[in-house]
């Protein structure tokens, strides 16, 4: 199969026979935002080669969500080899699979990709995003910026904070929009989104989003209390209805690292 896993037993037994689609879809996505920041050849070089390995298995790939993971990677990987007609290839077929769940599903009410937000929602408006650009399609671009404008929307309460989709009972269409639990996850999955959108149009309103989406962070937040905890060097793993989650996961502590660099990147770009 080529396909990535992630569950393995304490004696070292894989356990499952083909890993999920979110795990080859996330390795992807790294293996390509590896080979755009290795910090030295040899670590380029491997996930180079690993990425050539596992682009034929992107055929078995359904679901939304996997699917734009894998075109942030792809994008992230043309970055350095612009003129690779294989990955260009699957971009191409990849991002369009991403564009027609949007095309199928979204109304002038709900211009989304499906009839619910889960988790990882802000990397399907960024997959479009990266291949509109890439791919030099308007509309595909377009599309994207329309589609993270509305979650980005969506996600803002009353006091000018971010209000992100809780997992609880996430959000529906036609439904009630569940506040807890919240994510560091989520955020740094719309900041990389905003991002991607200031370093396409250079509109100045995806930098402001961008920072009210860091701000949740440090306590701009339903519950007004920061997520970090500075003297363990940990993140909150989530913001519940009464309080933080005082456990501090890696995905957690990564969302809220990587989400202050990416503020940097939108700074470096505005700077004269």
Not at 45 to 72: D, E, G, M, W, Y
Request: hydrophobic share 40%; glycine share 6%.
């Amino acid at each position: 199969m080529g396909r990535f896993r992630n569950f393995m037993s304490y004696d070292r037994q894989w356990l499952e026979s083909v890993g999920s689609e979110d795990a080859h879809a996330q390795s992807m996505w790294g293996l390509g935002v590896a080979v755009r920041y290795a910090p030295n050849p040899s670590v380029h070089h491997l996930a180079k080669i690993l990425f050539h390995q596992a682009l034929p298995a992107l055929n078995s790939l359904t679901h939304s969500r996997p699917l734009a993971f894998c075109i942030v990677g792809l994008a992230s990987y043309l970055h350095d080899y612009p003129d690779d007609p294989i990955v260009y290839g699957w971009l191409d077929q990849l991002s369009h699979k991403v564009w027609a769940f949007f095309h199928r599903h979204s109304s002038t009410e709900w211009p989304w990709f499906e009839n619910h937000l889960t988790y990882s929602n802000a990397k399907l408006p960024h997959a479009l995003i990266c291949a509109g650009h890439f791919l030099n399609n308007q509309a595909m671009l377009q599309d994207g910026l329309h589609a993270l404008d509305w979650l980005f929307r969506i996600q803002v309460s009353q006091e000018n904070t971010l209000s992100i989709i809780g997992n609880k009972h996430w959000y529906f269409k036609g439904a009630e929009k569940s506040d807890f639990d919240q994510q560091p996850v989520e955020a740094i999955s719309l900041i990389d989104a905003l991002a991607e959108a200031f370093a396409q149009t250079r509109d100045e309103k995806w930098r402001t989003h961008s920072h009210l989406c860091l701000g949740w962070f440090y306590g701009c937040n339903a519950l007004n209390t920061p997520m970090p905890d500075l003297q363990t060097g940990g993140c909150s793993d989530g913001l519940e209805y009464e309080s933080i989650s005082y456990n501090q996961g890696a995905e957690s502590t990564l969302s809220w690292l990587l989400s202050g660099l990416r503020l940097q990147e939108i700074e470096r770009f505005t700077c004269p």
